[in-house]
């Protein structure tokens, strides 16, 4: 299916054709339109166009209208103020526009992007043998969404899960298991993932008080990281255990996420082991990094402690251990030159801007990064609780990701089970879940990556204001109309005149090619969020004010409908590109 001319694409196409007329020396300038609630569009361009070619705006702007014919799209277009145009569009290029999204019920007519490359997207990063807390979410939802957009927009996507799987507390770990080797056996083949991380853990805390308590203890488990670093095989087998242990706990909860995450697309931190000495050995011998009281340092212009000295990027520590600067230095290569990416994509904490600051200033030193390959750091904010302080147990602990979880879960189940008619609790159960998690993914996805956002759970499961609830329920309730429209069938009419509710609607979901493709610019995932908020609060004035059933001719039933379903389908393919279900039922 061809995409679709949108109608801002098409009016402006024909302002600017106009404008060229009118204006040879103008040249391709954009004639800047956009919405408005004077009429359909408006035009601001023409204001810096005429005060470049020292003409008087108001006259420029008249001559452009006398050249824009008007028919089959525009049907007023009009002068206002010091030169700003007015467009107002006809009622039959708004339902036609709609019918063709309408017959392509896969992309809804948008476009694939003009130049689609690769892009090597690292998110989701959890830690071997650690439970993953409301710190990860943001990691794992921004990215997942990220993911989608540019995919549907026709990038290749490369999916990167930088796990914690490697550093001197396996060394801990391994020992301890090595000593007390049946710690970790399993009763049940069977175990659920929570169950595994909870062995982890209770590991982990056994092992670390006895290398506290313990000075002989301490001492083996330093050399067993020296065997790990090493690459001793039996060394390797155990931490192996470690790792895999942790992925069952990982899949578990990315599955509850309703995240798709595959084994393949986790290269953790001891996947470029490797690499380091020669990445160290690359930028030492370019210049690009230099020994400093015998570590390997990057020292940078602009970056200086409080004491007025240069703080150093330290990719080889004096005694000879790699810190996190090699091992993603190290990442770089291996996405630049093995992957062959045009665009490395870091969803990560804006806590940790500077390092990647340096580490991608390092990377452009030694010519991995260029005109032809970025690498960007889709910083974003902390997850605040309702206080306005970061999200914690009232013991000051970090929250569990899994119980944030189930409790969102939990109060979308009261909430389905509040407005369920007919639902079974198997359903209900269904219902809830899909809720539960839309309504933690929208509550952060509908803020901007880099602010901190508040999360209350009982303003998120809420059936009014910018929920993904208030979106679920705008969707189900569309599905029950068609359902109980029998033998009507939504049909589209251009010959038909509409209410204003209807072309705001009409107008709104003709957006949305261009909100897909610049929230997938910008990886900017709330851009598409916002837009589907208002969709959602458009059908609602329609649904208030245009009878759909009950309308007046056979035509407008059919049309109405033609409109809703288009609406639905906008809905239902916006929030999967957002990672969130939209029940048929709620």
Not at 99 to 125: C, H, K, M, S, W
Not at 131 to 146: C, N, P, T, Y
Not at 176 to 186: A, G, I, T
């Amino acid at each position: 299916m061809a995409s679709v001319t949108s109608l801002t694409a098409s009016v402006n196409q024909r302002l600017a054709t106009a404008l060229l007329a009118a204006l040879p020396e103008a040249g391709s300038a954009d004639p800047l339109l956009r919405r408005s609630d004077r009429a359909d569009f408006q035009a601001n361009g023409i204001l810096a166009l005429a005060k470049k070619a020292k003409a008087n705006p108001r006259e420029l702007a008249t001559q452009v209208v006398t050249r824009v014919g008007t028919g089959d799209v525009i049907k007023d277009i009009e002068v206002s103020g010091p030169g700003f145009l007015n467009i107002t569009v006809t009622d039959q290029a708004i339902t036609e526009n709609l019918a063709a999204r309408y017959a392509d019920p896969e992309r809804l007519g948008v476009p694939f992007a003009e130049n689609p490359g690769t892009t090597v997207i690292d998110y989701a990063q959890p830690n071997v043998a650690k439970e993953m807390h409301v710190g990860h979410l943001r990691s794992a939802v921004i990215g997942d969404a990220v993911v989608q957009l540019l995919e549907f927009t026709g990038e290749t996507v490369v999916r990167r899960h930088h796990i914690g799987d490697w550093g001197t507390q396996f060394g801990m770990l391994i020992q301890y298991l090595e000593e007390h080797p049946h710690e970790l056996d399993h009763k049940d083949a069977q175990v659920s993932g929570e169950e595994a991380m909870s062995n982890l853990d209770r590991l982990y805390k056994a092992a670390r008080k006895h290398f506290d308590s313990d000075e002989e203890f301490k001492t083996r488990a330093r050399r067993r990281v020296v065997d790990l670093q090493a690459g001793d095989p039996h060394t390797l087998a155990m931490w192996q255990k470690f790792v895999d242990e942790s992925k069952i706990y990982f899949f578990s909860v990315f599955e509850k996420l309703d995240m798709e995450v595959r084994d393949a697309d986790i290269v953790g931190e001891s996947g470029y082991n490797d690499m380091l000495a020669e990445t160290c050995r690359l930028l030492e011998e370019s210049g690009v990094a230099v020994r400093s009281e015998g570590a390997l340092c990057v020292f940078f212009d602009d970056i200086k402690g409080p004491d007025g000295k240069p703080v150093p990027l330290i990719v080889q520590k004096s005694d000879g251990g790699y810190g996190y600067a090699a091992t993603d230095l190290s990442a770089i290569r291996d996405r630049v030159f093995n992957l062959k990416t045009n665009t490395l994509l870091y969803v990560v904490d804006a806590r940790q801007s500077l390092h990647f600051k340096m580490v991608f200033e390092t990377a452009r030193r030694a010519g991995w990064l260029n005109e032809d390959v970025k690498a960007v750091q889709l910083a974003f904010g902390t997850v605040l609780g309702k206080d306005g302080k970061p999200f914690k147990t009232r013991e000051g602990e970090t929250i569990r990701l899994v119980d944030l979880l189930d409790e969102a879960i939990d109060r979308a189940c009261a909430v389905v089970r509040e407005k369920a008619q007919d639902l079974s609790e198997e359903e209900i159960a269904e219902r809830g879940t899909q809720v539960g998690i839309g309504a933690v993914k929208y509550a952060d996805l509908s803020t901007s990556a880099n602010r901190d956002y508040k999360f209350d759970l009982d303003q998120m499961v809420s059936l009014n204001g910018d929920t993904s609830v208030y979106l679920q329920y705008a969707y189900a309730r569309i599905r029950s109309i068609l359902r109980k429209a029998g033998e009507a069938r939504p049909a589209a009419h251009p010959e038909l005149d509409l209410h204003e509710a209807e072309r705001a609607l009409g107008l709104h979901v003709d957006a949305f090619a261009e909100t897909v493709a610049e929230a997938a610019k910008e990886y900017a995932p709330h851009k598409l969020a916002a837009y589907l908020y208002q969709l959602a609060s458009l059908y609602t004035t329609f649904y208030d004010k245009c009878p759909v059933l009950k309308a007046e001719t056979p035509q407008q039933v059919q049309n109405r409908l033609f409109l809703c379903d288009v609406t639905a389908r906008t809905l239902h393919r916006g929030m999967a590109l957002l990672g969130i279900r939209t029940p048929e039922r709620l």
